[in-house]
């Protein structure tokens, strides 16, 4: 790669009294194996009114010489958070990546090597789930926290918050850029990128651009996964319905309706067949409900 000057990527992290694992997080990137025409500068902003993200980072300064920068927004708003974290940026990208996760080591390098050859403006990477001894065997088989692998330079509709990269004057092309409205419920990174997508940004995927997620044992239960799979329907659906036609409304309707109530019929039996069976069919269930839910105007609020 050949530029008139360095590129700088600013990488945001929202977080939230995770203390421990926003310091395994920053060591992981401050061992990111980046060209000689490229560095870093860390964006840390700390939710908790209490600052408890603070310590963690004064303890990075002082062991390492990349920029970082650390503030804190009180309100219990996903956007506004990630929305400071945006105006604090200096980079000519930016990434984002979750207080919760770890990144290998050539994370940003292939990142960014995808979006120049793809000429894309966003690029997205998988997570890979990391299971504690402490989690459940059938909960680990049952990959309820597995996220889809493509390959490398395929497009794709829509990324998350948790692994991407992003050209910054796509970002301030966008008001917000996140919706406040999405700040408790969640969700604001997929309506973030579908409004990205409208204005013709051109997505794609890096395949080795890794993250590690660390799942606590207090996610491996069946309500928790139960909640996320509601929640998730209700985020997809209040985002889509907006933008369709009043017959393709009706026919959502419909099939919702059709998958609720062979869920219901399918649910003593899958549980016959095992746990994983089971929770395959629960998830089905609570995903269409949470999508039909959106019709009452009912919404889960995850962050308050």
């Not at 680990?140 to 004057?169: D, K």
């Amino acid at each position: 790669m050949s530029h008139t000057k360095p590129l700088l990527i600013s990488v945001c992290i929202a977080t939230y009294r995770r203390a421990g694992l926003l310091g395994e997080l920053l060591e992981s990137l401050a061992q990111q194996e980046l060209n000689q025409d490229c560095s870093i500068e860390l964006i840390v902003v700390d939710n908790d009114p209490d600052r408890s993200a603070e310590s963690v980072v004064m303890n990075f300064q002082l062991n390492h010489q990349i920029p970082i920068n650390y503030s804190v927004e009180t309100a219990r708003n996903l956007s506004t958070v990630r929305n400071q974290s945006v105006r604090l940026a200096n980079g000519d990208f930016v990434a984002f990546i979750d207080d919760d996760e770890v990144a290998e080591p050539c994370w940003l390098k292939e990142l960014l090597a995808v979006l120049e050859k793809c000429k894309a403006d966003v690029v997205s990477g998988p997570v890979i789930p990391v299971y504690s001894d402490s989690i459940p065997v059938w909960m680990q088989r049952g990959g309820f926290f597995e996220r889809r692998r493509l390959i490398t330079g395929s497009e794709i509709e829509f990324a998350g918050t948790g692994n991407v990269l992003i050209r910054v004057e796509k970002i301030r092309e966008l008001n917000g850029p996140f919706d406040p409205v999405y700040g408790q419920t969640g969700g604001e990174d997929t309506n973030f990128f579908y409004r990205l997508k409208k204005s013709g940004a051109k997505i794609v995927w890096a395949n080795e651009a890794v993250v590690m997620e660390i799942v606590p044992l207090a996610r491996a239960t069946i309500r928790y996964i139960t909640r996320r799979s509601y929640r998730g329907g209700q985020i997809y659906a209040s985002i889509m319905l907006p933008d369709w036609t009043i017959p393709k409304k009706i026919t959502w309707v419909l099939y919702r309706l059709l998958i609720v109530l062979l869920a219901c019929l399918l649910l003593p039996i899958s549980w016959l067949a095992g746990r994983i069976a089971g929770m395959k069919v629960l998830q089905k269930f609570a995903s269409n409900l949470g999508q039909l839910s959106v019709l009452v105007k009912h919404r889960v609020k995850e962050y308050q």
